[in-house]
């Protein structure tokens, strides 16, 4: 299993950009699809985003498509997510996962999770 770190996460205003990064640890990242959920309190985690280890097929929630944008750099083991116009909804744990498959059916690596707070 790989080691995930999240980073990038804050508190910023409604409409503001954000962009979270997920470090990995280990030789395997460019193996492995990845991907981003969220858990908001009160709420079940949820699929955020993936992208598939080549980078080149990528797959959004509808809450987020059109604003946000997944990318991966297997040089330097990281992986992205940007997001652009960010709504007070969007305001949750964010959690970066690994999985084999890139629809990220049954992550088996997650990082800590970082908070995003989007203030109205």
């Known amino acids: 299993q790989a080691q995930l770190v999240e980073s990038g996460g804050g508190l910023v205003q409604a409409g503001a950009s954000l962009r979270l990064s997920c470090a990995a640890s280990?030789?395997?990242?460019?193996?492995?699809?990845m991907g981003w959920f969220r858990q908001a309190p009160g709420k079940e985690r949820e699929f955020v985003a993936a992208?598939?280890?080549?980078?080149?097929?990528?797959y959004y929630a509808d809450s987020v498509k059109g604003r946000s944008t997944i990318s991966r750099d297997n040089a330097k083991n990281t992986m992205y997510l940007q997001m652009n116009s960010l709504k007070p909804e969007d305001t949750a744990v964010y959690y970066c996962?690994?999985?084999?498959?890139?629809?990220?059916?049954?992550?088996?690596?997650w990082g800590q999770g970082i908070q995003v707070t989007v203030s109205s």
């Open positions: 280990g030789r395997t990242f460019s193996t492995y699809a």
């Open positions: 996962a690994a999985d084999r498959i890139a629809t990220m059916p049954k992550p088996d690596s």
């Open positions: 992208i598939n280890y080549r980078g080149t097929i990528t």
